[in-house]
């Protein structure tokens, strides 16, 4: 999951934040921050609907993943961010629950995010309602793509292993990133924790640190 969180960030993270900071009025910085929030959530909700709908039955588990993509994640979105971003920012009762995907986790996030970046409530549930076909869509893409199939996107949403993704990614988002209680915690919260806490070239996504006035991969000024 870290893997592809990251993935995301590279492939999509700069253009996907300024279209946030525009339709938005947020920062730029506070949403880079925020996706490697959202994406595990996603895929937190994509591993408890095939838990809830597959069980232990490997086949039942990919083909409701495979339902939700398909239905939900056209890669196509990730051509028109503006106009996706556009119209989805002007929903003015946004359902941060996205149906069934992520339930009241998904309102809790939305409340949790709100009070951690300082954002009114509704623009928090729309980050989540304008980030997740973002998302599903980098997933068809990587599916279709990539060669891995709809078991392979299964088997990397799995591959924490804990069965506890959804909760642990609901209950990070409650520690108040501290990074006491993300070490405790260890795993996936430490990884999150380092994924968010790390500075980025706002032009180009590429990690940076506070040292540096130029990013070294864009050489454009920090």
Not at 15 to 24: C, D, K
Not at 54 to 68: F, L, P, W
Not at 102 to 119: P, Y
Request: charge should be positive; glycine fraction near 10%.
């Amino acid at each position: 999951m870290a893997d592809f969180i990251e993935e995301f960030l590279k492939n999509y993270g700069v253009q996907v934040s300024e279209q946030l900071s525009s339709n938005l009025n947020i920062d730029q910085n506070t949403a880079l921050k925020i996706l490697p929030l959202v994406t595990p959530l996603i895929l937190g909700g994509l591993k408890r609907q095939a838990e809830e709908h597959g069980g232990t039955n490997k086949k039942a588990r990919s083909d409701r993943v495979n339902h939700i993509l398909n239905k939900y994640g056209s890669p196509v979105v990730l051509d028109h961010l503006n106009s996706e971003f556009q119209k989805r920012s002007q929903e003015s009762q946004p359902d941060p629950r996205l149906g069934g995907l992520l339930g009241n986790s998904g309102i809790e996030a939305a409340d949790t995010m709100s009070k951690q970046f300082g954002l009114d409530k509704t623009t928090a549930m729309k980050l989540i309602v304008m980030l997740a076909p973002v998302i599903l869509g980098a997933l068809s893409k990587k599916k279709s793509k990539g060669g891995v199939g709809s078991r392979g996107i299964t088997a990397l949403i799995d591959q924490d292993g804990d069965d506890q993704i959804f909760d642990d990614v609901a209950g990070f988002l409650m520690n108040q990133f501290t990074q006491s209680q993300s070490q405790k915690k260890g795993g996936l919260l430490g990884s999150l924790l380092g994924t968010i806490m790390q500075p980025r070239c706002r032009n180009c996504g590429y990690e940076v640190t506070s040292e540096m006035d130029y990013c070294p991969k864009c050489g454009k000024k920090l």
